[in-house]
């Protein structure tokens, strides 16, 4: 279950010896050596001229050492020969500390190492001391309390959260990704094709083979058929949230397979009633938590399938960082909500539904007020249309006109307060596995990527799509939008929603 990696801290300043400290916070030294104290001494007492600080022989412009860890370095006053006395300060003795050969690394973070001459006062050299933390995990919780987490260890609180809306290839789908230093969480996974993207992005982005917490919306094939494949390399899931209902089909062998390695498996009925030991938050760590909303309309244990009004919802906070994400909640779900749940204005939402208008009504979403809509949906194929590369025959849609998102969803989704001012909307067909990233507060940096699937501006042919064999692919595929918004791009334009929505 050991998850383990080192995280490095960025360098944000500019070596210029000691004129990057602040004028206002001195240099305190460590009590092992007094600034007037040499650490060697020789009898030449020339002038100096530079300092080196060595490590393995090899100068140095900044260290990096692990928390409870040591590095030896060694000091050569040049030119050969000139006094080697030195005195030094470190601007952070929590961080870091110097007894003049070691360096000890004690906390996460910065501290300036400054090696002055005794003899030439003005020559000095500083460094960075960067102290890394190592992220290990040594156990799983409950999750039932803040004392004790899914993850127990250090997961890397230095560490951002991070919300990928994954791109699926299929006529829909939907799959998300959180990730909050070592803690992993997978919501959906497409269906059986998009599986197979899932479980390599997986790969690419997980600590191990241990997820921390699996969520499963409802039963539609757009989110669950994929799941077989994008688990094939899991060995471990810490928790499982679902629809609940009886144990049949994908989710209920899932369910069997993981339980009997160990999983805490909870139905979001049983949650949101705290039955058979569930309870509707529970802590991945002691500041990152999901909440599990009652919309009314869970299945009970009885029952088989959850449609989209029985979409588990809920929200995952980080400090001041929310993420709403509800499956396919129908605006009737949303009202049930409402009357059931004190619901908060959250940062990040994704759109219900892949952006239906039979979901995202007006009322929640000024309740919510997010600051950002992710849409989970790809650029819309044929019904039961296996993804793969172009091909001459296949022209439709090819220009992401038509197919979810919805106009009257959009137009709702735009005139959410925040949403109307800033336009913080994106789209998988656009703006490819978009990438959302918070430090835990209400705000974000974007990050989309190239689209796999991608789509052609017709425009530029009186809208008759040109098939091009050097290519092997259609003209004039629209490229360099991942990073925009979608107001910004020309799929907004080509569905008429800048004629119906007031930039």
Not at 120 to 140: A, P
Not at 175 to 184: D, L, R, T, Y
Request: proline share 4%; charged share 20%.
């Amino acid at each position: 279950m050991n998850k383990k990696k080192i995280l490095f801290l960025p360098l944000i300043l500019t070596l210029t010896g000691c004129e990057e400290l602040s004028s206002t916070t001195p240099i305190t030294t460590p009590s092992t050596s007094s600034p007037s104290t040499p650490i060697l001494s020789t009898e030449d007492k020339n002038d100096a001229e530079a300092i080196n600080i060595l490590v393995g022989g090899q100068a140095v412009d900044s260290i990096d050492v692990n928390e409870g860890e040591t590095v030896d370095i060694e000091v050569e006053v040049l030119p050969e020969g000139v006094d080697q006395d030195f005195t030094y300060t470190l601007s952070d003795e929590t961080i870091a500390t110097f007894d003049g050969t070691t360096v000890t690394g004690l906390h996460y973070g910065t501290s300036i190492l400054t090696i002055t001459s005794t003899a030439t006062s003005y020559v000095s050299k500083s460094i960075f001391i960067n102290v890394t933390e190592v992220i290990s995990q040594t156990d799983v919780g409950s999750g039932l309390t803040v004392s004790d987490p899914i993850y127990i260890g250090n997961e890397g609180d230095s560490e951002p959260i991070e919300v990928y809306f994954l791109e699926m290839q299929h006529i829909y789908s939907d799959s998300i990704f959180i990730k909050k230093g070592a803690v992993e969480i997978l919501i959906d996974a497409g269906y059986a094709y998009d599986g197979l993207y899932i479980s390599d992005f997986l790969a690419e982005h997980m600590e191990d083979d241990r997820l921390d917490m699996l969520v499963v919306s409802h039963s539609d094939g757009d989110h669950i058929e994929g799941l077989p494949n994008a688990l094939a390399d899991i060995e471990n899931i810490s928790l499982m949230v679902d629809y609940g209902g009886v144990n049949s089909g994908i989710v209920g062998n899932i369910r069997e397979e993981y339980i009997a390695k160990g999983t805490q498996y909870h139905s979001a009925y049983d949650s949101i009633n705290y039955l058979n030991g569930a309870s509707d938050r529970y802590y991945l760590t002691d500041d990152f938590y999901v909440d599990i909303l009652d919309t009314g309309n869970y299945i009970a244990p009885t029952d088989n399938n959850a449609s989209n009004p029985e979409s588990v919802a809920c929200i995952f906070t980080y400090k001041d960082f929310k993420f709403f994400t509800g499956g396919d909640l129908t605006s009737a779900a949303e009202r049930d909500l409402l009357a059931n749940e004190d619901l908060p204005e959250v940062t990040l939402f994704k759109a219900h539904h892949h952006g239906s208008n039979g979901s995202n009504s007006q009322d929640f979403l000024d309740t919510i007020n997010p600051k950002a809509v992710g849409i989970s949906a790809a650029r819309a194929d044929r019904f039961g249309t296996t993804p793969g590369p172009s091909t001459p025959s296949n022209t439709y849609n090819l220009d992401a006109s038509s197919g979810h998102p919805y106009d009257e969803a959009i137009q709702r989704i735009y005139s959410a307060p925040r949403i109307k001012s800033n336009k913080n909307v994106y789209w998988n067909a656009v703006n490819g596995t978009m990438h959302f990233t918070s430090y835990g507060t209400d705000d974000f940096t974007f990050q989309g990527s190239p689209t796999m699937k991608g789509y052609y501006d017709l425009t530029l042919t009186g809208g008759t799509p040109i098939w091009s064999d050097e290519l092997n692919d259609f003209e004039n595929k629209v490229t360099g939008e991942e990073n925009l918004k979608f107001h910004e791009t020309k799929a907004f334009k080509f569905r008429g929603y800048d004629q119906l929505i007031d930039l």
